[in-house]
């Protein structure tokens, strides 16, 4: 949603202003309209549940792609392929950024 990874806490969807307070997305009822859930809050989340790390990350990565039809380039790392990822720790917890075999942000 909009307000992910930004301080921006409001934002218009279908001409209703959504707020978002700690992750929790409303409309100006209270009526819950999402959340502001982060790609890697959503792997942390899945494991936690449950979900087998290998599976989490498919679930983030190759499913997504496969859904969009962009399989050639994204979903998987393998040669040929536009090599995105990220680099975790134990924790799961993002210490760098690569897009497009680039490095784009380190933590």
Same mark, same amino acid.
């Given at each position: ?12 969807? *279908?001409?209703?202003? !959504?707020?978002? =307070?700690? #992750?929790? %997305? ?39 792609? *496969?859904?969009?039809? !962009?399989?050639? =380039?994204? #979903?998987? %790392? ?30």
């Amino acid at each position: 949603m909009s307000t992910v990874g930004i301080d921006k806490k409001s934002f218009q969807l *279908t001409g209703q202003t !959504i707020f978002e =307070d700690n #992750g929790r %997305l409303t409309n100006a009822e209270g009526r819950l309209a999402g959340s502001a859930l982060t790609m890697i809050g959503a792997v942390k989340n899945a494991i936690k549940f449950g979900i087998t790390w290998d599976e989490a990350v498919r679930m983030a990565s190759l499913y997504p792609a *496969t859904c969009l039809g !962009i399989t050639d =380039d994204f #979903g998987s %790392l393998s040669p040929g392929k536009k090599a995105s990822f990220l680099i975790l720790d134990n924790e799961f917890n993002i210490q760098s950024v690569w897009i497009e075999g680039n490095v784009f942000s380190q933590h």
